[in-house]
C-alpha cells in the first residue's frame, strides 16, 4: 500500500513537472483593431495547448518589428511579407515570417465623392508612406487604369514611379496611422483596413476601390530568426490556423477580413 502511494505521488509529481515545463508565456505584438481582436481567439487555442500568450497593442507599424528585433516581443502577428521585407532591408531585423494569418485588402475611400469616376482631374490622393503599402496602393491604382507604373516597378513603386497619370493626380504620403484622419482634406485616401474599421469605415461598403486577393499580401506571424525552432512556435501557428479563427475572422469582418492559410 505505501509502494502505491509512493508511486502515485512520483506520478502526480512527474506529471506536475511535464505540465510546467510545456507550460510557457510569450508576448505577442498586434497593430490595435482587427490582428488584434483576431489573436484574442487564438490566445484561447494557444492556452489549450499550454502556450500563454500576452498581447501587445500597438498604434502604428514600425515598433511592433523594433520591439520584437530587441527582444521585447517573442512574435507579433500584423504585417505582410512585402512590408517585412522592406523593414529587414531598411533596418537590419533578424526576423522571418513563420505562418500566414490573414488577408485585410486595402482600399481608396473619399468624404467628396461617392464613386472612383467622381474623382476629378488634379485630385490630391494620399498614400502611406511606408514602402511597401505605398506601393501596394499605386499598383491598385494601376489595376484600375488611373495611372501607369513603370516596367518592373512591382511592390516598390513609388510616385516617382508614375510613368502615366492622365488625371493628373497629386500624390501626397503619410503615415498610415494618419490617413483616416487626413481623409476630410483630400480627394482620395489609401487606408489599411484596420485603420479604416477604426475610423467607422467598410471597406465592402465605403470603398471606392478595393483590392482583390493578392497571396503576396497576406499577413504573417513574424519571429526573430533564433526563436524559428523552438516549440510554441508551432503551436502559435498551429494555434492561429484553425477553424474557429477563420469563422471568426468571416464573421467579424464580414468580407473586409479573409483567412489566408
Sequence with gaps: MKRAVMTLAAAVLTSLFTQAVRAETIKVGATSGPHAQILEVVKQ????EGLTLEIVEFSDYIQPNAALAAGDLQANSYQHQPFLNAQIKARGYDIVPVGKTALFPIAFYSKRYKTLAEVPAGATVALPNDPSNEARTLLLLESAGLVKLKPGAGVTATPV?????PKKFKFIELEAPQLARALQDVDLGAINTNYAIEAKLNPKRDALLLEGPQS???CEIVVRRQDVDKPWVKTLVAAYQQDNVRAFIDKT???AGLAGW
Excluded: S
Excluded at 514611379?161 to 497619370?165: K, M, P, S
Design 216 to 218: 503576396q499580401y497576406i
Design 45 to 48: 487555442n494557444a492556452a489549450k
Design 253 to 255: 469582418f464580414n468580407g
Design 161 to 165: 514611379d508614375v510613368i502615366d497619370n
